[in-house]
């Protein structure tokens, strides 16, 4: 009897031989199985369902109020999406949400423990690298829980640092770097860094044997991230560190309008068919 197999072939620790390999990782995020059976298509190494969803899919100004289960459900429409074998899917994390690890260690491990147990993500990412946060993240991956960390401009503390590019002095650029040094220490398996210096983005990627991942942070992280409504345009407005590569709303609403405008125009043809014969669906 031949052996089921029913886990991924890259562990989230592999992106470190990426990144001694010199190999550009490559993540995107997903919401939805549309959105996740795009991005593995696409070849993307990772895929990330964010708490950017919060804002992006379901509307709010912030990515506060998406709740775990939220992104639990939203993880395991991605994860439906995915058209490959289980062992050649990309590696599926998501984003804990705000005040879902923030209280304390055990609810952080109940919290990522449920991604984990009821979805096919093999990971989690957590934001800052706080004293309480790097005791969270020592706790998770005692427990068997990778995590991938967050630094720079974590949306999470909007309400405190805004959506500014972050560590413009040396004093902060210092901070960002003695905090990557502390993640990679506690155990993540990488970093991602958003919205800051290029400089800095560098010197953290040359400094850390775990890989860098950036958004707005330069040419030379070890990995790009980025929001897939943002690269497709699907968004109102993107931010300037992610500038759209298709105007992906206009064309879908010159499309459906298109669409529109078709029927209303047969509606007023006195000769349309019908009864014309649809295929089977
Ligand atoms: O939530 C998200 O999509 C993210 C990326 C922007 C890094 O955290």
């Given at each position: 009897m031949g052996m089921k197999v029913l886990a991924r072939n890259m562990l989230p620790t592999e992106l470190i031989r990426f990144k001694q390999t010199g190999k550009t990782i490559t993540i995107l995020t997903a919401w939805d199985s549309i959105s996740g059976a795009l991005v593995e298509a696409a070849g993307a190494d990772v895929v990330l369902v964010g708490d950017s969803l919060s804002m992006?899919?379901?509307?709010?100004?912030?990515?506060?109020?998406?709740?775990?289960?939220?992104?639990?459900?939203?993880?395991?429409?991605?994860?439906?999406?995915?058209?490959q074998p289980i062992n050649k899917q990309p590696l599926l994390v998501c984003d804990l949400p705000f005040l879902s690890y923030q209280c304390g260690e055990e609810k952080a491990v109940a919290s990522a423990?449920?991604?984990?147990?009821?979805?096919?993500a093999a990971a989690v990412k957590v934001e800052g690298a706080e004293p309480e946060i790097i005791g969270v993240?020592?706790?998770?991956v005692r427990m068997g829980i990778p995590v991938m960390?967050?630094?720079?401009?974590?949306?999470?503390?909007?309400?405190?640092?805004?959506?500014?590019?972050?560590?413009e002095d040396k004093q902060s650029q210092e901070q960002i770097l003695s905090q990557a040094l502390a993640l990679e220490k506690a155990g993540c398996f990488s970093v991602v860094l958003e919205h800051v210096p290029d400089s800095l983005a560098e010197q953290?990627?040359?400094?850390?044997a775990i890989p860098v991942i950036g958004i707005g942070a330069g040419k030379s992280c070890d990995g790009?991230?980025?929001?897939?409504?943002?690269?497709?345009?699907?968004?109102?407005k993107q931010?300037?560190?992610?500038?759209?590569?298709?105007?992906?709303?206009?064309?879908?609403?010159?499309?459906l309008k298109e669409w529109i405008q078709q029927q209303h125009l047969l509606g007023e043809n006195p000769t349309k068919q019908k009864s014309q014969q649809e295929p089977d669906y």
């Open positions: 992006v899919i379901l509307g709010h100004a912030t990515t506060l109020p998406v709740t775990l289960q939220q992104m639990l459900y939203h993880t395991q429409a991605v994860a439906r999406g995915f058209t423990g449920l991604l984990l147990k009821e979805s096919y993240i020592q706790r998770l960390g967050h630094l720079g401009l974590t949306p999470q503390s909007v309400h405190r640092i805004g959506y500014r590019r972050q560590a953290v990627t040359k400094q850390l790009q991230i980025r929001v897939t409504a943002d690269l497709l345009g699907l968004t109102s931010p300037p560190f992610s500038p759209p590569l298709i105007s992906g709303r206009k064309i879908f609403e010159e499309t």
